[in-house]
């Protein structure tokens, strides 16, 4: 199957294991998928080149 997206970042328990994988199409649209869905997809590049997720601190408030 062809897809338009591409894999940006996954997210990985504390074990290591991944859950998760974000992925964006071409118009920048983001959307998360299951490692399955991924590989299944055929998205690229192999999900085990992909880096890890980093969440965004909220800002302090002072």
Same mark, same amino acid.
């Given at each position: 199957?062809?897809?338009? =997206?591409?894999?940006? *970042?996954? @997210?990985? @328990?504390?074990?290591? !294991?991944?859950? &998760?994988?974000?992925? !964006? &199409?071409?118009?920048?649209?983001?959307?998360? @998928?299951? /490692?399955?869905? =991924?590989? !299944?997809?055929? *998205? %690229?590049?192999?999900?085990? @080149?992909? /880096?890890? *997720?980093?969440?965004? !601190?909220? /800002? %302090? %408030?002072?």
């Amino acid at each position: 199957m062809t897809t338009s =997206y591409r894999g940006i *970042c996954v @997210l990985r @328990l504390s074990s290591g !294991e991944i859950i &998760d994988v974000q992925v !964006e &199409d071409t118009t920048g649209m983001r959307l998360t @998928l299951s /490692p399955q869905q =991924y590989q !299944e997809r055929g *998205c %690229k590049p192999q999900i085990s @080149l992909l /880096p890890d *997720c980093v969440q965004s !601190e909220s /800002p %302090k %408030k002072t």
